[in-house]
Nanobody, 117 residues
Framework: VQLQASGGGSVQAGGSLKLSCKAS???????????IGWYRQAPGKQRDLVAD???????NYHDSVKGRFTISKDNAKKTAYLQMNSLEPDDTAVYYC?????????WGQGTQVTVSS
């Protein structure tokens, strides 16, 4: 199983990016039945949960991104997304996707997001 994260880049404050995380080699039922999260880690800081979505579609967001970020998933494509709007310099970090199934945790390789003021 591989989680391929993409969509990161450099933008100015106020800009938008959409991250994608595609699960390869994962059975569809495992993906659709898992909790999927996006985490981020800035230099010198711990990895924090940004947003997650349960198998039932319930979402949860870190307070700092509420109203700006939207997590979604397409079970048929085995892909999760993080739409990030109104980006701020404090959003600069490496973003990781996580698929938490009933039996195992999977992590993507991370994608860099840099927001300049």
């Amino acid at each position: 199983v591989q989680l391929q994260a993409s969509g990161g880049g450099s933008v100015q404050a106020g800009g938008s990016l959409k991250l994608s995380c595609k699960a390869s080699g994962m059975i569809w039922s495992v993906f659709s039945g898992s909790r999927i999260g996006w985490y981020r880690q800035a230099p010198g800081k711990q990895r924090d949960l940004v947003a997650d979505v349960t198998s039932g579609g319930s979402t949860n967001y870190h307070d700092s991104v509420k109203g700006r970020f939207t997590i979604s998933k397409d079970n048929a494509k085995k892909t999760a997304y993080l739409q990030m709007n109104s980006l701020e310099p404090d959003d600069t970090a490496v973003y990781y996707c996580n698929v938490e199934s009933s039996s195992q945790d999977y992590w993507g390789q991370g994608t860099q997001v840099t927001v300049s003021s």
